[in-house]
C-alpha cells in the first residue's frame, strides 16, 4: 500500500460563502457521480439497506422501539460513509486513480482519528432528541385513550395532537439545525487537515453563523431532497446521498478557495 498521505494541520483560511457556491458545488457532485457511478452506489447502498431492514423489521414486528436502533446506528455508519465521497471526489480533483482498496483504507484508517468522537457527540444530540419527544409526546398526549399510536391516527388531528406536532416538529428542527452546523463543515475538514473534532465542529458552527443565508439555503436543500427521496422505499437516496455527498466536499473546498483567491 502507497504511504499515508500527509495532511497539512490545523484549520485552514475560509473566505465567505455565496449563494453562487452551492450550484457550482452541486455541478462538480454532480460531475464526480457521473465519473464514479459504482462509489456513489456502494456508498449510498450503506443507507439504502440499513434504512429499508429497519423499516421492515418495525412494520413487521410493529415495534417502534426499533427506531431508537435506527437513530443510533445511523450517525455511527453515516460519517464514515461520507467520508467515502470526500475521498472520492479528493481524489477526482487532484486527477488520481479510484483505486478501492486504498479509497476504503482511508474510510478504515478514520477510526483512529477524530471521527469516532464527532460520531459520539451526533449520538448523544440524537438520544436526547429523543428523550425530548417522548417528553414532549407524554405532555400532549399521555392521558389520551389511544390503542396504538400508528393505528389511532384521529389522536393526532384533535387539538392537542396538533400541538404537540407543531411543538415537536418546532424542537426537532432546532436539533437539526444544530447538527447541520456543527457537521456541515467539520466532516469534510477532518479528512482534509489533521484538526481536532472540538475545533472542526466550532469552526463549522462560525461559518454556519457568519454565512446564514447560503448555509440555510444549503441546509433546506439537503433536507428536502432527502425527504423526497426517501419517499419511494428509501431508492431516492441512491442519487441524492451521492450528489449531496460529493458536492459537500466542493463546497467546502471552495469556502478554501475563496479565501485563497
Same mark, same amino acid.
Given at each position: 500500500?502507497?504511504?499515508?498521505?500527509?495532511?497539512?494541520l490545523g484549520v485552514p483560511e475560509m473566505g465567505a460563502v455565496r449563494t453562487g457556491m452551492l450550484g457550482e458545488a452541486l455541478r462538480r457532485g454532480w460531475a464526480d457521480m457521473r465519473q464514479a457511478p459504482g462509489y456513489a452506489v456502494t456508498f449510498a447502498g450503506v443507507y439504502v439497506v440499513i434504512g429499508m431492514l429497519l423499516a421492515w423489521i418495525t412494520l413487521a414486528?410493529?415495534? $417502534?422501539?426499533? @427506531?431508537?436502533?435506527? /437513530? #443510533? +446506528?445511523?450517525?455511527?455508519?453515516?460519517? !464514515? =460513509?461520507?467520508?467515502?465521497?470526500?475521498?472520492?471526489?479528493?481524489?477526482?480533483?487532484?486527477?488520481?486513480?479510484?483505486?478501492?482498496?486504498?479509497?476504503?483504507?482511508?474510510?478504515?484508517?478514520?477510526?483512529?482519528?477524530?471521527?469516532?468522537?464527532?460520531?459520539?457527540?451526533?449520538?448523544?444530540?440524537?438520544?436526547?432528541?429523543?428523550?425530548?419527544?417522548?417528553?414532549?409526546?407524554?405532555?400532549?398526549?399521555?392521558?389520551?385513550?389511544?390503542?396504538?399510536?400508528?393505528?389511532?391516527?384521529?389522536?393526532?388531528?384533535? $387539538?392537542?395532537? @396538533?400541538?404537540?406536532? /407543531? #411543538? +415537536?416538529?418546532?424542537?426537532?428542527?432546532? !436539533? =437539526?439545525?444544530?447538527?447541520?452546523?456543527?457537521?456541515?463543515?467539520?466532516?469534510?475538514?477532518?479528512?482534509?487537515?489533521?484538526?481536532?473534532?472540538?475545533?472542526?465542529?466550532?469552526?463549522?458552527?462560525?461559518?454556519?453563523?457568519?454565512?446564514?443565508?447560503?448555509?440555510?439555503?444549503?441546509?433546506?436543500?439537503?433536507?428536502?431532497?432527502?425527504?423526497?427521496?426517501?419517499?419511494?422505499?428509501?431508492?431516492?437516496?441512491?442519487?441524492?446521498?451521492?450528489?449531496?455527498?460529493?458536492?459537500?466536499?466542493?463546497?467546502?473546498?471552495?469556502?478554501?478557495?475563496?479565501?485563497? /483567491?
Amino acid at each position: 500500500m502507497p504511504a499515508r498521505e500527509v495532511k497539512p494541520l490545523g484549520v485552514p483560511e475560509m473566505g465567505a460563502v455565496r449563494t453562487g457556491m452551492l450550484g457550482e458545488a452541486l455541478r462538480r457532485g454532480w460531475a464526480d457521480m457521473r465519473q464514479a457511478p459504482g462509489y456513489a452506489v456502494t456508498f449510498a447502498g450503506v443507507y439504502v439497506v440499513i434504512g429499508m431492514l429497519l423499516a421492515w423489521i418495525t412494520l413487521a414486528t410493529g415495534k $417502534s422501539y426499533w @427506531l431508537i436502533f435506527a /437513530a #443510533v +446506528g445511523f450517525p455511527l455508519v453515516g460519517p !464514515f =460513509a461520507a467520508v467515502g465521497f470526500y475521498e472520492v471526489s479528493h481524489r477526482l480533483s487532484e486527477g488520481r486513480a479510484l483505486v478501492a482498496a486504498e479509497i476504503f483504507a482511508v474510510i478504515a484508517y478514520q477510526r483512529r482519528r477524530q471521527l469516532p468522537s464527532i460520531c459520539a457527540i451526533i449520538i448523544m444530540v440524537f438520544l436526547f432528541w429523543f428523550f425530548l419527544a417522548h417528553m414532549i409526546f407524554a405532555l400532549f398526549l399521555g392521558l389520551s385513550t389511544m390503542t396504538n399510536v400508528s393505528s389511532s391516527l384521529e389522536i393526532y388531528f384533535t $387539538s392537542q395532537g @396538533l400541538s404537540m406536532l /407543531a #411543538v +415537536g416538529s418546532g424542537v426537532g428542527a432546532v !436539533f =437539526a439545525l444544530l447538527l447541520y452546523s456543527l457537521t456541515v463543515v467539520a466532516l469534510p475538514m477532518l479528512l482534509d487537515r489533521e484538526v481536532d473534532f472540538v475545533t472542526a465542529m466550532i469552526t463549522s458552527l462560525h461559518v454556519v453563523i457568519e454565512n446564514p443565508v447560503p448555509m440555510l439555503i444549503w441546509a433546506a436543500l439537503i433536507a428536502g431532497l432527502t425527504f423526497v427521496a426517501m419517499l419511494p422505499a428509501f431508492l431516492g437516496l441512491f442519487f441524492v446521498l451521492p450528489l449531496l455527498g460529493h458536492a459537500t466536499w466542493h463546497l467546502y473546498k471552495l469556502m478554501c478557495e475563496a479565501e485563497a /483567491a
